[in-house]
């Protein structure tokens, strides 16, 4: 599961205010509510990717992304300027039931499920898909104790959220917990839990705020589509602190497996599945945030849970999923949902273009060190650095883990000790192609 946002993605420079001035003159200024077209279209009738469902669907750059789910598949990629699909790399291990997020020109994975149901277990890491490298790497550790999957995810500048969750696959030990990522320096904390569990939700981010909407406790009843979650939780990132919205401000439509979109000042929960129905859900409802209210958009033309919706400037896009409760038929069905007055050839996207990595200066340290400042240059999509080692022998200083992500024009200082008098350097490798940068620490 994965959410993704017109409002929340990271555009940066010219483009940033290309896009929101385009999302102002589309939005009244007043409420910030999008007003739609009368409903979905079909965006390619055979779509040429693999059906799949408990996955993702995400804009990176200039191209849509769908991976993961049941079974080990291929990404599929779509250029929605060529409209046209191809094909990437598959992931390293079965990764579904996650929400993906995007930094810097890759894509996060965290909070996913690893296995065949009912009796699946937590992912151990959070997991990285380069799109330009076309390559997957095994990021960040998560903590034993703090593993769930089927939990809601989103960004915060360099910090990731992770939110709810279940432990035990479908069947228990559905959770509460609220975790941050600092992507910055590789570290977790530990944050107060939500008003209550839940699972098979996603995420969202407005104006500071996380909301927790939709979703349910697998297992809790022999019926697992049931005990679905109404009430809307939102934690304040400023204040550490949790609320929940009046009953007025529940989902109108109770549903797990559910997809999110931030629009303006509305989250849109689109699709799901139920205990209500053997089809999927197709209602789209969208929760104003500064009014509490809720309103009912065009449905989707084939209902479907376990995926997620690209939010742009052009409107809203999803594919892959579910058309009926539970695992089957597995559908790719990629449909638009066009902003009224969206212009045909609005920008769609900056292509990621990546850096290199770079040695800006070395300085003695005076006891036998040398500090080195690294980095990120050229592009604008973040680097992952593999290692850092002294050959020859030595060791090297590190204020933070490895892999390391070190965004566009991000620097990082590391000090290098090598052992005697012997010649040494200081090697250090990112993931992306390119050779390493080698630094000469003298005899």
């Not at 890491?125 to 095994?138: A, F, S, T």
């Not at 809203?316 to 089957?328: E, S, V, Y």
């Not at 290692?387 to 490895?402: D, I, K, N, R």
């Not at 052992?419 to 992306?432: F, M, N």
Request: aromatic letters at 8%; one cysteine or more.
């Amino acid at each position: 599961m994965a959410m993704n946002t017109f409002q929340n993605r990271r555009p940066t420079g010219r483009l940033a205010a290309c896009l929101l001035a385009l999302l102002l003159a589309i939005l009244p200024a007043s409420s910030l509510q999008a007003q739609f077209a009368d409903a979905w279209q079909v965006v390619v009738p055979h779509a040429d990717a693999h059906k799949r469902h408990e996955a993702a669907f995400i804009q990176v750059g200039d191209k849509y992304y769908l991976l993961g789910g049941r079974g080990i598949q291929p990404v599929d990629v779509y250029d929605p300027a060529a409209r046209r699909w191809s094909r990437g790399a598959a992931p390293p291990v079965e990764l579904h039931h996650f929400q993906a997020v995007t930094y810097h020109g890759l894509i996060l994975v965290a909070g996913a499920l690893v296995g065949p149901w009912p009796y699946e277990v937590p992912a151990s890491h959070v997991y990285l898909y380069d799109p330009v490298e076309d390559r997957w790497i095994v990021g960040p550790e998560i903590p034993v104790h703090r593993r769930r999957g089927a939990a809601g995810a989103v960004l915060h500048g360099d910090t990731l959220y992770l939110v709810g969750g279940i432990v035990n696959g479908h069947t228990s030990h559905w959770v509460p917990w609220l975790d941050a990522l600092d992507l910055r320096t590789n570290t977790w904390r530990e944050l107060p839990d939500a008003p209550r569990p839940r699972d098979h939700f996603q995420a969202a981010l407005v104006d500071g705020r996380l909301y927790a909407v939709a979703g349910r406790w697998s297992g809790y009843t022999e019926n697992g589509f049931a005990s679905t979650v109404a009430e809307v939780d939102v934690y304040d990132l400023a204040t550490e602190t949790w609320t929940t919205l009046p009953p007025s401000g529940h989902l109108p439509t109770r549903r797990a497996g559910n997809t999110v979109a931030v629009v303006g000042d509305e989250i849109l929960v689109i699709g799901g599945e139920s205990d209500t129905q053997v089809e999927a859900h197709a209602e789209v409802e969208a929760l104003n945030v500064r009014t509490g209210t809720w309103r009912a958009l065009p449905p989707l033309l084939t209902g479907r849970h376990g995926t997620q919706v690209i939010a742009n400037a052009q409107g809203l896009f999803i594919a892959g999923g579910c058309a009926q409760r539970g695992g089957n038929p597995e559908i790719v069905a990629f449909e638009h949902l066009a902003l009224a007055e969206a212009v045909a050839d609005a920008a769609i996207g900056r292509p990621v273009t990546p850096g290199t990595l770079v040695l800006r200066s070395t300085r003695p340290t005076g006891d036998g060190g040398v500090q080195v400042t690294l980095a990120n240059e050229g592009g604008n999509q973040a680097l992952v650095l593999a290692h850092a080692l002294v050959t020859g022998g030595g060791t090297v200083e590190a204020p933070y883990g490895f892999p390391y992500l070190l965004p566009p024009g991000a620097t990082l200082e590391l000090t290098a000790r090598p052992d005697g008098d012997g010649e040494a350097s200081l090697l250090v490798k990112a993931w992306q192609s390119g050779p390493p940068v080698v630094v000469p620490l003298g005899e």
